[in-house]
């Protein structure tokens, strides 16, 4: 089974730093099939980054995307408050078609 | 711009069949797959499947033996049954949109929280 595992499981900043997140892959796969969202608490995920390194409609350009083969990165540049949520990484093709990271916390130090 | 209403039964009791809806606004079924997801309280995002406009289906093979996902091009809607209930199928169901060629879920429906109790 195809896995995405993310770090780290949380991340300790404060507005304005910059963060810096981690998604592998259990195998290679496209760099097509990777893409990034953020959860606020009672909210469904946004799409933030598709394509690994996509920014989606409407993303402010302090987000970006990178990585290929196995391992990828989403980065922050600079943290705003609306910023600190939970991040997943998804990635579609293997089984199960689609697969999401565990996530990682964002929270202000 | 494309909005995803969804809804369906909040309280189940064990065994019972798990039933939501999403209606599409703005946006055909054509073109797209359309996707049922869901998050255990306090987990992660976990995939259930995925429908066409065609009716096509494709499964995570975890819940396959006890999901049918189907559409109804006249409401332009798809729904979700999940079959014999546990406190395990706890969770907010979302729908979302799939976006072919880059791989990706561009809209959500709102969540729907499902609880399974005695």
């Known amino acids: 089974e195809f896995e995405l595992t993310q770090s780290p499981d949380t991340l300790s900043l404060s507005p304005g730093e910059r963060a810096t997140l981690s998604c592998r892959a259990s195998q290679s796969l496209s760099s097509s099939y990777i893409a990034w969202y953020r959860q606020k608490p009672g909210q469904a995920p946004r799409l933030l980054v598709y394509?690994?390194?996509h920014r989606a409609p409407g993303i402010p350009d302090r987000f970006s995307g990178s990585g290929s083969g196995a391992d990828f990165t989403l980065t922050i540049s600079s943290l705003e408050p609306e910023d600190f949520a939970v991040y997943y990484c998804q990635q579609y093709g293997s089984s199960p078609t689609w697969t999401f990271g565990q996530g990682t916390k964002v929270e202000i130090k | 711009q494309v909005q995803l209403q969804q809804w369906g039964a909040g309280l189940l009791k064990p065994s019972e069949t798990l039933s939501l809806t999403c209606t599409v606004h703005?946006?055909?079924?054509?073109?797209?797959?359309w996707s049922w997801i869901r998050q255990s309280p306090g987990k992660g995002l976990e995939w259930i499947g995925e429908v066409n406009h065609g009716g096509s289906t494709n499964y995570n093979p975890s819940l396959e033996n006890r999901v049918t996902i189907s559409v109804d091009r006249s409401k332009n809607q798809f729904s979700l049954k999940l079959r014999s209930v546990t406190a395990a199928d706890t969770a907010v169901y979302f729908c979302?949109?799939?976006?072919?060629?880059?791989?990706?879920?561009?809209?959500w429906g709102k969540g729907t929280t499902v609880t399974v109790s005695s």
């Open positions: 703005g946006a055909a079924l054509s073109d797209y797959y």
């Open positions: 394509g690994a390194s």
């Open positions: 979302a949109r799939n976006v072919i060629y880059y791989f990706y879920m561009d809209v």
